[in-house]
T-cell receptor, first 110, second 111 residues
Framework: GQNIDQPTEMTATEGAIVQINCTYQ??????LFWYQQHAGEAPTFLSYNVLDGLEEKGRFSSFLSRSKGYSYLLLKELQMKDSASYLC???????????FGAGTTVTVRA | KAGVTQTPRYLIKTRGQQVTLSCSPISGHRSVSWYQQTPGQGLQFLFE???????NKGNFPGRFSGRQFSNSRSEMNVSTLELGDSALYLC??????????FGEGSRLTVL
């Protein structure tokens, strides 16, 4: 697997910005995914990075540095509905399996 | 376009029993993966099927098995259930790019 590491919990205020960091092992790496999972619901796809740099999608952006084995998900202009678990997943180049981190629970407060 | 459908959504079993979970992927998706999700452990990969063949397997005991049918529908089976098997079991179908589309999951409680 990719040995994905991400923080367990983060709390932020409505309207603020939060950055969720994710580190992974660099050998045999073939892409980094971010998923959002609301309590009691299925994970939904947010972003996919395979090249270095920043991918922006509205209020959400994802960054990847392959040399550092590092990614982050940036959530801007936080809304209450952004309270959820955010899952980082690395794909192996050997077998294309996704290895997920344990998830970061983000709580947005008014 | 219908999403990934999993049945049953909830079930309760006792230790020693077996269970079969079903997953219907998005039409046209030939790859189906299964994951176990427990609090604190995150998503643990069980196995992946593609065109009726198991393509990848995670580190779970042989009590966990699966199969895929010609219409891409998949089933997973857990035999001799243990208390620790209580979890949310998620099925995902995927495109060629590897993006996973998850079902709502089957929540299994073992008493």
């Amino acid at each position: 697997g990719q040995n994905i590491d991400q923080p367990t919990e983060m709390t932020a205020t409505e309207g603020a910005i939060v950055q969720i960091n994710c580190t992974y092992q660099t050998s045999g790496f073939n892409g980094l995914f971010w998923y959002q999972q609301h309590a009691g619901e299925a994970p939904t796809f947010l972003s996919y990075n395979v090249l270095d740099g920043l991918e922006e999608k509205g209020r959400f952006s994802s960054f990847l540095s392959r040399s550092k084995g590092y990614s982050y998900l940036l959530l801007k202009e936080l809304q209450m509905k952004d309270s959820a678990s955010y899952l980082c997943a690395g794909r192996s180049s050997n077998d294309y399996k996704l290895s997920f981190g344990a998830g970061t629970t983000v709580t947005v407060r008014a | 376009k219908a999403g990934v459908t999993q049945t049953p959504r909830y079930l309760i079993k006792t230790r020693g029993q077996q269970v079969t979970l079903s997953c219907s992927p998005i039409s046209g998706h030939r790859s189906v993966s299964w994951y176990q999700q427990t609090p604190g452990q995150g998503l643990q990969f069980l196995f992946e099927y593609f065109s009726e063949t198991q393509r990848n397997k995670g580190n779970f005991p042989g009590r966990f098995s699966g199969r895929q049918f010609s219409n891409s529908r998949s089933e997973m089976n857990v035999s001799t259930l243990e208390l620790g098997d209580s979890a949310l079991y998620l099925c995902a179908s995927s495109t060629n790019t590897g993006e996973l589309f998850f079902g709502e999951g089957s929540r299994l409680t073992v008493l």
